[in-house]
């Protein structure tokens, strides 16, 4: 089956390779020539494991291509995904201007029956907004349908979520369009994967709500952590024995310095206007969006505190990103923080595994290091702002004879709080009590 995915970014790249792979024949295109240039050459423009590798077999074996011609891309193709950017309006609503513009070509290229598929995050109403785009163009008696088949991908782990994902939305009213939908996800199918067949409006919302409620879970577990610091309770231990409860479920209760990346805080911030447009208050959303705003200006108060200010010191930055595996800074808490102690003064050196080179284009007063020891090097303090791999099991000793002073602010909770001590640290970390170094 001939398939279009229109746009190259992240979902569009991912959901090309991955349909590729299942057997279907896909282009993918994009209006940017330099990326569609590089993509020809299995030159990946993001950092996403396994992605390189997938794109590079199923170009080989000829299921996988790319253009900036979208016209003879959407008249061959059965099934057209939009996969394009809904970028955030200041008022917090989603930009769908890249949505309206493939929606009139597709219009424009209509020729037969074809499904069209929204894969990008879009507020409940823009299937409708598509068709009637579509009609427009193409006329009242047009052939086609509108599906939304919302994407539940990680950054850092999109290619296994896409193979092995817990559902399948699929929203239309159109039976045809559903069981094409259902011929394109067959492998997953058969492997069990449960489907959801909705309305178009109830598709949108459910990714929506799936990632606002996953946002509020992490917006409640730091405010349970500020608490916890007030108790002298351990937060740990307190989502440990929350998550243990089956209804609660340990996922997603992971304090730290405020939820970042490309969906939920755009995502909340979407839903929250979009019921406002309805003439409904989302509550519970304003509140997650503020603690997470609050949280972030916590962690820099956390920081002032532990060093005595930081003004004129220097202070080692450990992770960039918005969260391990990617090189993705997009409303990372680490910007706020380095950028705060830009503001207060002192002197940031920083390493992060992937994200410095996006991160050299926004400061140059920064330090950027080769590694972790590098950053900690004449440091009055490290912090550490993003869980990678590589910071989890860093040589105590050698980081203790770097640093200025012996301090340690965890904002990810990697390291246990005893040991820290008795390993000569002072160490300040979420929602559990600080230690004090114990001088051996
Ligand atoms: C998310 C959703 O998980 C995914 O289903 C959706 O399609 C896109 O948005 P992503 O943004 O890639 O994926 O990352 P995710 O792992 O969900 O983390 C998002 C942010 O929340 C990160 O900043 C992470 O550090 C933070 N987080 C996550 C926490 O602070 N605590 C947690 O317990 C979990």
Redesign the pocket.
């Known amino acids: 089956m001939k398939i279009c995915v229109v746009g190259t970014g992240y979902v569009g790249l991912v959901t090309g390779a991955c349909l590729a792979d299942f057997g279907m024949d896909v282009v993918g295109v994009d209006k940017d020539e330099a990326k569609i240039e590089g993509l020809k050459r299995c030159e990946i423009p993001i950092y996403e494991p396994g992605l390189e590798t997938l794109v590079r077999k199923n170009m080989k074996e000829n299921r996988l291509s790319f253009t900036t011609d979208l016209g003879p891309a959407i008249r061959e193709a059965v099934a057209v995904f939009i996969a394009v950017g809904t970028p955030s309006r200041p008022d917090g609503s989603a930009d769908l201007k890249f949505v309206r513009q493939v929606a009139t070509s597709i219009g424009e290229n209509l020729n037969g029956y074809k499904v069209i598929v929204t894969k990008s995050t879009v507020p409940t109403g823009t299937g409708k907004l598509i068709e009637g785009i579509v009609r427009e163009q193409a006329g009242d008696d047009a052939a086609f349908a509108v599906v939304s088949n919302p ?6 782990s999109a290619i296994e979520d896409f193979m092995h994902p817990n559902r399948v939305v699929v929203g239309s009213s159109d039976q045809r369009a559903i069981d094409i939908m259902l011929d394109i996800y067959s492998p997953l199918g058969r492997a069990n994967v449960p489907f959801v067949i909705s309305g178009v409006e109830t598709a949108e919302l459910i990714k929506y709500a ?2 606002a409620f ?1 946002a509020t ?2 917006s409640f ?1 730091n405010e349970v952590a500020r608490l916890s610091e007030r108790l002298g309770a351990d937060v740990e231990k307190v989502a440990r024995g929350m998550g243990l409860d089956n209804r609660i479920g340990p ?4 304090p ?1 310095p405020g ?6 805080p755009k995502d909340s911030r979407a839903i929250t206007q979009i019921a406002q447009e309805h003439g409904m208050s989302f509550r519970i959303m304003e509140a997650v969006l503020e603690v997470n705003d609050a949280t972030k200006r916590r962690m820099i108060r956390k920081i002032e505190q532990a060093t005595g200010g930081t003004a004129g010191k220097t202070i080692g930055v450990l992770g960039l990103s ?2 391990p595996q990617t090189d993705d800074i997009r409303e990372s808490a680490a910007l706020d923080i380095v950028d705060a102690l830009r503001a207060n003064g002192a002197k940031v050196r920083t390493h992060d595994p992937a994200a410095m080179e996006e991160c050299r284009k926004l400061w140059d007063d920064v330090d950027f290091a080769e590694d972790a020891y590098q950053a900690a090097d004449g440091a009055d303090a490290l912090v550490i702002v993003t869980e990678w791999n590589e910071f989890r099991a860093l040589d105590l000793d050698r980081l203790k004879k770097l640093l200025k002073r012996p301090l340690i602010i965890d904002l990810r909770n990697i390291y246990d709080p005893s040991k820290m001590a008795a390993a000569g640290f002072d160490y300040v970390s979420v929602g559990r009590p600080a230690t004090k170094r114990v001088d051996s």
């Not at 994407?151 to 850092?156: A, D, I, V």
């Not at 996922?251 to 992971?254: Q, V």
């Not at 939820?259 to 939920?264: I, K, L, N, P, V």
């Open positions: 994407e539940f991908l990680r950054e850092g799936s990632n996953l879970k992490i577990i996922k997603f209760l992971h730290g939820f970042g990346g490309s969906c939920f918005f969260k």
